[in-house]
């Protein structure tokens, strides 16, 4: 059975930090492209940041950089975000998602599909 199983969210101070964890298992992960993607409430989902399979790549959304860190170890199947500087507007579910080579676009690190996704970790920041 394939599965993404996401934590590490929570309740958080503006300017805190969290670091998320998404295991993997029942597929070989690092056949994949790694993915974090968030919703917040009441809004559609948000691409937040990719990695290729081998980790030697990595992808952020603008608004992003500099704050949010994206890591992998294929060892353990296991994907990171680390969050610093968390502000209110970071309130979502946060996601992971893996995506197949012919699926993701190296130059962008956009996945046309994705083939899994996990359930999802809730991050509120709030004072």
């Known amino acids: 059975e394939v599965q993404l199983v996401e934590s590490g969210g929570g309740l958080v101070q503006p300017g805190g930090s969290l670091r998320l964890s998404c295991v993997s298992s029942?597929?070989?992960?690092?056949?994949?492209?790694m993915t974090w993607v968030r919703q917040a409430p009441g809004k559609g989902l948000e691409w937040v940041s990719a990695?290729?399979?081998?980790?030697?790549?990595?992808y952020y959304a603008e608004s992003m950089k500099g704050r949010f860190t994206i890591s992998r170890d294929n060892a353990k199947n296991t994907l990171y975000l680390q969050l610093n500087s968390l502000k209110t507007e970071d309130t979502a579910v946060y996601y992971c998602?893996?995506?197949?080579?012919?699926?993701?676009?190296?130059?962008?690190?956009?996945?046309?599909?994705?083939?899994?996704w996990g359930q999802g970790t809730r991050v509120t920041v709030a004072s």
């Open positions: 998602a893996a995506s197949r080579l012919w699926d993701f676009d190296k130059d962008y690190g956009r996945s046309s599909q994705y083939t899994y």
């Open positions: 029942g597929f070989t992960f690092d056949d994949y492209a």
């Open positions: 990695i290729t399979w081998n980790g030697g790549r990595t």
